[in-house]
Every structure is written in C-alpha cells, then in structure tokens.
C-alpha cells in the first residue's frame, strides 16, 4: 500500500550544464556539475547560496562530514577540502594523475578514500592531507564506499564490487552485477544496495559477499539510490532515467526481503542524481572551526548529540541547460 507523497519544496537552476553529484549536510545541499562550478544552496532560507570555482573540468563527486567540512573531486584529478563555516578550501590535494571518479570519507574524519581514472585506490590522512596508502587495482574503479562502521569499503569496477576490511586494506570477497553498476548505498553494516543499467535493486549481504534478494524498481535503468532509517524501517529510495523517484520501505533483519513500494513521483525530468537532505538540530552547543591539525583531530571525534527533525529528498535534473553566466575569476562566491 503506498502512503508516501513527494512534492517539489525548493527548485533552482544555478547550473550552466548537467549536474553531476549532489550532496547534502545539515543545513546546505551542494551540487557538482560539468560546467566546472559547486554551487550552494542554504536549505535554512530555501536560498541559493554561492559558488565555489575551484576545479577544472567536470565535478565528479562530493560528500560532507558532518556540519563542518565537505569534500570535492573533479577531472583535474583534484580532491579539495572545503570548511562550511567561510566556505573556504582549506587543502587541496593533486590526488590522482587522471581523473577523481569517486571519494568517501570515513566514519571517524580522520580518513578518505578516492578512486580515478590512473587505476589506483589511494587512502588519505586528512589531519595532514597526505597520502597514507596507495594500491594498483589495474583498472578504472569508478565507486567507493565506506560502511557506516568504517570496517569495510566496497570498490566497484563497471559491474564488480571489491569488499574490503579496513584491518588487513585487503579483498575479503567478490561479488558480480548482471550490469554495469551506477550507484550503491550501504543500508547498515550488513547490507548494500546495488543498482545498475537495469530496472532491478540487488542487496548484497558484504559479511557473506553474496546476493540475498533483489527487486524491479523501475521500467527503465535505476540510475541513484539512497536511503535513511525511520522508526525501526528503512526507507530506500531510488531514482531512474525515466524520472520517476520511489519510495520503499525494507525491514533490515537478518533474512531479508524485497522492499514495500511506500509511494513515487514523476518529476518529468532526466535524474542524474539523488541524495537524502536530513535536517537535524543541535541539543548542544556546535563545535568551533578547527584552526590547526590538532584542533581538527579532536573535533573530528567529538560525538555530537542530535535531534532528527524531518526528511527530505534532493534531486537534480539536467534536461533544461540556461546560458552560461561568466566566472568572476575568483575561487568562490558565497552569498553572507
């Protein structure tokens, strides 16, 4: 039974060509594009909120920790750390020879991982931007994940996933997609959702490295999915080129089985991407800007307690190109 509505709450078109990564934090959604520019949006104020005019070529990925700090890859083989607080980039790392694919960032701040297009998966030690660990997997990987532990990474190369421990950096499993895979999404530390170029959701069970049950979710090939968990349910949702997104709930026990459709909407437009907005409210007081390595440590392992307040759904749509405006030749614009 679908009892799940969605509707268009902020809509805006800052970009010059298609979009190609969203993301989002407390507080701002940010969005990557092929036109070389991050834009910002202040979900607060329901604003557009600047651009960032670092990179060269198109953004290929983005992901926030915490309220604090957001990262950037791009074709330049450039990954870029962002403080939210001036929206200033604070390091800028030349992190593969060819192009950054994908990035994530690990659980506790401390680490990162990225892919690209010189066949390498390189992890970084973002306290002094340095490279901790380099390995030739001899081909282009174009995702990589943390799980929410941070005791596992997947790497995906066209319809191969690549499960990793974090103790030993070495494969503990492999496991194959009918199709080339576009987007995956770990639902807890045991379970991950695949989509690839079909209609179908596969969930791979990384503990034991195998598929446990799968599901058709569109008519045509589901090209982003996300999630986040309400009460004691996931909702997954996911996002196809025919431009409808759906909602569906899973139950994340032990033996388990293919979502519940919750409800859909048809955005009419080509999605390239997708990611969930989770405002949540401080119960304490927020950490200041860290201002040197060891300020940066401590404040990446301080637990903060939230509130949840509500769930949104962000997602870009690339079918209506505007005329390009002119970079002002500065790194960013940032409406105060």
Excluded at 38 to 55: C, N, S, V, W
Excluded at 86 to 109: D, Q, R
Excluded at 161 to 182: F, M, Q
Excluded at 196 to 201: K, L, M, P, W
Aim: glycine fraction near 6%; aromatic fraction near 6%; charged fraction near 30%.
């Amino acid at each position: 039974m679908q009892d799940w509505t969605a509707k268009p709450d902020f809509t805006h078109h800052a970009h010059t060509a298609s979009v190609s990564a969203v993301a989002a934090s407390e507080r701002f959604v940010v969005t990557g594009s092929k036109d070389e520019t991050i834009q910002l949006y202040d979900m607060k104020k329901r604003t557009e909120h600047g651009a960032l005019l670092h990179h060269e070529g198109t953004i290929s990925c983005l992901e926030f920790y915490g309220t604090s700090h957001l990262l950037s890859g791009g074709e330049d083989g450039l990954l870029c750390v962002w403080s939210t607080k001036k929206w200033e980039c604070m390091t800028t790392i030349k992190a593969h020879k060819g192009h950054v694919t994908s990035l994530s960032v690990h659980p506790s701040g401390k680490l990162a991982l990225s892919v690209g297009t010189d066949k390498t998966l390189r992890t970084w030690n973002l306290i002094n931007g340095r490279s901790a660990f380099i390995k030739n997997i001899k081909q282009n990987a174009h995702i990589v994940r943390w799980s929410p532990d941070g005791d596992r990474y997947v790497v995906v190369v066209n319809d191969k996933i690549d499960i990793y421990k974090l103790e030993t950096a070495s494969v503990t499993g492999t496991i194959a997609n009918p199709k080339r895979i576009s987007s995956v999404k770990f639902l807890n530390n045991s379970f991950l959702a695949v989509a690839g170029d079909d209609e179908t959701v596969r969930f791979c069970d990384v503990e034991k490295a195998k598929w446990v049950c799968e599901s058709k979710a569109h008519e045509t090939r589901v090209k982003a999915v996300d999630s986040l968990m309400v009460d004691d349910y996931c909702v997954l949702l996911t996002a196809s080129n025919d431009g409808y997104i759906k909602m569906w709930k899973i139950h994340l026990k032990e033996e388990l089985e293919p979502p519940v459709l919750l409800g859909e909407v048809n955005t009419t437009a080509r999605l390239t991407c997708l990611a969930v907005w989770r405002p949540v409210q401080p119960i304490s007081d927020g950490p200041s800007e860290a201002a040197t390595s060891e300020e940066l440590a401590q404040e990446l392992t301080k637990k903060k307690r939230v509130r949840e307040i509500t769930e949104k759904v962000i997602v870009e749509d690339e079918s209506k190109p505007k005329k390009k405006k002119k970079k002002n030749g500065g790194k960013k614009t940032v409406k105060q």
